[in-house]
Structures are given as C-alpha cells and as structure tokens.
C-alpha cells in the first residue's frame, strides 16, 4: 500500500498502561463474600450518595417532574425509532425446522435471556441515549427483568432525564449505584435483585474490567475500549463538515482516537488546518478532552484511490465509519469491518449515537473485525432441538456409533447401539471403528 501518514499517531488505545485489574478483583471479591452491606460501603466510598439504591416509583415521579417536555419528547422520539429499529431486527430471528433425513427432525428456537443488566454511565457526561438503547433492545427482545443501573451524583442522585428514559423504555428496576459496585450487584443478585445473565453497555475503564473478569459468569454485549471513529472522504467531501465530525468524536475522551482517511490532498491539509480552531471553541472539559485525543491518537491518511481507501478502513475496523464520498453504493458494498456505517454527508455519527434507531453500544479497538455492536441478537439464545421416528434415527445410530469409536469414546457409542438392538432386535449392524 502506498498510504502516506500526514499525521501520525503518537499513542494508541493499548498505551495507558493504567493497571485496574487488581483493584476491580478487589473489589469483585468482597462485594461477592460481603454482599449488599460491601456494596452500599463501595458506594459510598465511590459515589458518595446515601439515598435510595432501589428507587421508588415516587423518585421515578420525582425524577420525571424536573425532566423539561421538550426533552421528554426528544426522548420518546429517540426511545420510538431504536424500538422499531429493534422490532425489526427481532423479525430476522425465527424458529425453524427442517427433516434432516427421512424420520429426523431438528430445529431451532430463539430464547431470549431471564435477566438483562444495563449499565447507564452518568459521570462526566449523562448518557441519556445509553440508557434509551441499551433498556429499549433488551424489553423488545423479551427480557422478564431489566435493571438500569446508572452512578448516582453526590448528594444529587441519578440525572432525572436518565431516570426518565430508563423508565420509559421499560426497565424494571433503577439502581442508584455507579461503577464496579453497580456491576456486582447486577451480577450477584444483590438488592433482592433477580441475577443478571447479560451486563449490557459502555463504562469507564472499571467497568469495563469488571464486564471482562464476570464474562462466563454472565454473558456480556463485548469488551469495549475509548471510543473510535474513522471518516472516509473524497473531494466530493465539505472540509468543514468532516472537521466538524472529527471534533465531535473526539470531545468523548483524551483517548479517543478519530481518523481521517482520502485520496484528496487538499481536504486533508484543509481539515487539519480547521480542526483545531473548531477544537478551541469548546467549552473547556470537552476542549480538554478534545485536544488531548487529536494530538496523540488522531490520524490523517493520504491513499492512492477508493480501493486503498476502503482497505485501510477494513484494516482499522473502526467503531463509527463514516463515508463522505461519491457513489456511496459501491462503498456499502465495498466496506466489511464496521461497528456502525454512516453514509453521506446527511447522516452523522451523533445521530446514530443518540436518536436515529440504529443501536450506540459498539465494538471499539479493532474488534468489529469479528462481531457487530449490540442489538436483540445479543440477549437472545439460539438453541436448537431435535426428535425423531425409529427408522430416523437408525443411520444417524450407525454413523454416530462407528464415528465414535474411532475417537475412543465407547461410551457415547454404546448410547448409540442399544438403540438399535432395542429398535431392530432382527437385524445385525457392524458398528466397529473400522466398518
């Protein structure tokens, strides 16, 4: 590949050597030993929050009285279009049959999980939308319980508007606890909580830790790092629209990494050269964040052509992609590593982040090379099932028996011959290893 780095990366998301581990075990095991006493202790200890952990439908009430109309009904819009989005996915899931020889028949059912645990990040920014895509997918696929659990502010509680859309959306429990603790509690049923099978949702790198060393225990939507974008542009592109969408990614964290891919030498120069004006006029915390990430972890890269272009992109797999280029079906068809695709210039990553339908909880750091971002699929279980007539299961006996004596293993072989002794008394079948 011939792709010049105009600028380059100084750090990526695997450098902040931050060690969590030990602290999240720490903190996994006494939660677990000591119970809902060692969570309320972390709780206070972290959250420094003493009202109620479980809210109530009068703080539900509460909550939803400081929520302005304009807001509720920009929820209701956004809580409207992940539903239907949701309904639909739901209905390219479906029980299934098929005679796989004459008398055998199997098949396959969608279950979807008792318990779904949604963890709603409320630190530096409240992540109305988190809870709205996170609350929503799991109610659509079924979930009997749903809790939300979202980092109470101190002496405050959990943003109203969170509280709001949680509700909303159909969760059956609001958990005034942030961070590990909230996790562990979700996991270990405390509160008198049903236990979560499935811990759904972003966090900060705590959270995140706790999710990784619970997988197995629990099912999780995937292991997610700092935030990613990569936008893919050609001289069709605005310069100030990219510039803009660059920024808006980057305001998400110091290690968010966004990268700017073309074939156009001038857009990249102009979109360099406008990005850190547009960074500057900020308000401070998201300027702060903002400039860290586009000084070490921001990209711009120069490629021969739309092929090289694509193929960078698919090496990367980003989380958000964004394409700001001409004929925009060739790119849809093209373009395989993806956690979301955005195309156009009329479509955005915010808009897929907070009200377009489509779901915000993505695969980061590479990893939408090998699965997609959260949606019903995750809290539904593909199982299958199996019956069959006597003349059915007689060839699927005699290969089964012959196979599994060549593996050595008589036991699961002999499952297969009684069968056939019991079904065929009359008849004799050479069910060695080498028949």
């Known amino acids: 590949m011939t792709r010049e780095y105009l600028k380059k990366a100084t750090l990526t998301s695997k450098s902040d050597a931050s060690d969590v581990k030990a602290t999240v075990r720490s903190i996994l095991d006494a939660i677990e030993a000591g119970g809902d006493k060692a969570a309320l202790d972390y709780a206070a200890r972290f959250d420094k929050y003493d009202g109620n952990v479980i809210l109530t439908r009068d703080d539900i009430a509460a909550a939803a009285a400081q929520v302005p109309e304009k807001l509720k009904q920009d929820i209701r819009f956004s809580h409207d279009n992940v539903r239907r989005f949701a309904e639909a996915q739901k209905q390219t899931l479906r029980d299934i049959e098929i005679e796989v020889v004459p008398g055998l028949i199997a098949g396959q059912k969608s279950i979807p999980v008792t318990g779904a645990g949604c963890y709603v990040p409320g630190g530096r920014y409240s992540h109305i939308a988190s809870a709205i895509m996170t609350v929503t997918t799991a109610k659509v696929a079924g979930c009997q319980h749903i809790v939300a659990c979202s980092p109470p502010r101190p002496g405050v509680g959990i943003a109203p508007a969170i509280i709001y859309a949680a509700d909303l959306c159909g969760a059956d429990t609001i958990l005034a606890m942030g961070g590990v603790q909230g996790v562990a509690a979700m996991t270990f049923g405390l509160f008198g909580l049903p236990r979560a099978n499935i811990l759904v949702g972003p966090g900060n790198q705590f959270v995140a830790e706790a999710k990784r060393m619970l997988f197995g225990r629990v099912g999780i939507d995937m292991i997610a790092g700092p935030t990613d974008s990569l936008i893919l542009a050609d001289r069709t592109a605005d310069p100030m629209v990219v510039a803009t969408d660059l920024v808006g990614q980057a305001e998400h964290g110091y290690n968010s990494p966004v990268w700017l891919v073309t074939d156009h030498r001038p857009l990249a120069e102009e979109v360099m050269r406008l990005v850190p004006d547009l960074i500057a006029d900020l308000p401070q915390v998201n300027c702060e964040n903002a400039t860290?990430?586009?000084?070490?972890?921001?990209?711009?890269?120069?490629?021969?052509?739309?092929?090289?272009?694509?193929?960078?992109?698919?090496?990367?797999?980003?989380?958000?992609?964004?394409?700001?280029?001409a004929?925009?079906?060739?790119?849809?068809?093209?373009?395989s590593c993806y956690g979301s695709l955005f195309l156009g210039e009329e479509t955005t990553v915010a808009f897929g982040d907070k009200a377009s339908g489509t779901n915000h909880v993505l695969p980061t750091s590479g990893a939408a090379s090998y699965t997609g971002?959260?949606?019903?699929?995750?809290?539904?279980?593909?199982?299958?099932?199996?019956?069959?007539?006597?003349?059915?299961?007689?060839?699927?006996?005699?290969?089964?028996?012959?196979?599994?004596r060549l593996e050595g293993m008589e036991g699961h072989a002999r499952t297969a011959d009684i069968r056939l002794r019991k079904y065929f008394p009359d008849e004799t079948f050479d069910l060695s290893a080498n028949g």
């Open 292 to 325: 860290a990430a586009w000084r070490d972890y921001a990209e711009v890269i120069l490629c021969a052509d739309r092929d090289e272009m694509a193929a960078t992109s698919d090496e990367y797999a980003p989380e958000h992609l964004t394409v700001q280029a």
């Open 373 to 404: 971002g959260l949606s019903v699929h995750k809290y539904m279980k593909i199982v299958t099932w199996q019956r069959s007539t006597r003349e059915g299961a007689r060839p699927v006996a005699e290969a089964t028996a012959r196979i599994a």
């Open 327 to 335: 004929d925009l079906d060739w790119w849809l068809g093209r373009l």
